[in-house]
């Protein structure tokens, strides 16, 4: 097969390893083969332009550019990119912003070899490609009570160990309206006490510490 029919491929992913094995596993394949590699969202971008590849594997936590940023700022310049998100956060929000963001695909690092080769096809073919552990994690999401974006910022401070007073003097409200949505995220959360909120939160990709 001539390097022109082959499904050309962008690793986006700021550690070495990951992206040698990742590279390895593509260019093993006789259909596939990876034209380039970034360490960051705005390597991505960059890398994009200069390539414009076939399908493009994203990680979520980078350095310097994320990758919902980057996903959102490649999809607003080029409508036919197609980027499978590639991460180890399984989080019910990871996902849903991956998805929303413009990615086709989402894909855990613990996926078996075959199924990442098999999702790059899919994708590439112009179908969404979601794993079933990922999908139930979505499901998950649309049934859970969605945070307000004031109730996001009070449970980020409240991750950062902030007290209700601390909380009210940075987002210059009063302390009983922070009581107020502290009230409402533990009961969206479904759970009693501050400490429960934040690991469910950091779990579901609310926060991250």
Known sequence: MSQSTKIRVLIVDDHSLVTEGLTNIINYDPEMTVVAQAEDGQQAIAQYREHQPDVTLMDLRMPRMAGVEAITAICAEFKSARIIVLTTYNGDEDIYRGLQAGAQGYLLKDAKPNELLNAIRIVHSGQQYVSSAVASKLVERMNNPILSARELEVLRLMAQGLSNQDIGIALK???????SHVTRILSKLGVSDRTQAV????????VSL
């Open 199 to 206: 690991i469910v939160a950091v779990k579901r990709g609310l």
């Open 173 to 179: 409200i009063g302390e009983s309206t922070v009581k």
